[in-house]
Nanobody, 121 residues
Framework: QVQLVESGGGLVQPGGSLRLSCAAS????????MNWYRQAPGKERELVAR???????NYADSVKGRFTISRDNAKNTVYLQMNSLKPEDTAVYYC???????????????WGQGTLVTVSS
């Protein structure tokens, strides 16, 4: 089993910054990609940022230039630095990973429990 533990959410004023972290642990042979998704009230879950094991990144248009995704492969941890936050960034942010299991070598997916980010004055 693999667990994803997220941290770093909270309340921030517009224009402020937050840094989310997501640590993966368990039966991991290799992590292929780590993603951050978000889901705002009444909206569908959307991909915010993605980083591959090679370091390639992709961002949603709505966060380009404001958010930065990074990862520490040695710690199996992914970060999301969020700057210039806007009220429309308010959502539950979910960590997601696609990995190979160390017992079966199967390609699997796992979600974190989510962390709430609220941008409000």
């Amino acid at each position: 089993q693999v667990q994803l533990v997220e941290s770093g959410g909270g309340l921030v004023q517009p224009g402020g910054s937050l840094r989310l972290s997501c640590a993966a642990s368990g039966t991991i042979f290799s992590i292929h990609v780590m993603n951050w998704y978000r889901q705002a009230p009444g909206k569908e879950r959307e991909l915010v940022a993605r980083i591959t094991n090679g370091g390639s990144t992709n961002y949603a248009d709505s966060v380009k230039g404001r958010f930065t995704i990074s990862r520490d492969n040695a710690k199996n941890t992914v970060y999301l630095q969020m700057n210039s936050l806007k009220p429309e960034d308010t959502a539950v942010y979910y960590c997601n990973t696609h990995y190979s299991d160390s017992r079966t070598y199967k390609y699997l997916e796992r979600w974190g429990q989510g962390t709430l980010v609220t941008v409000s004055s």
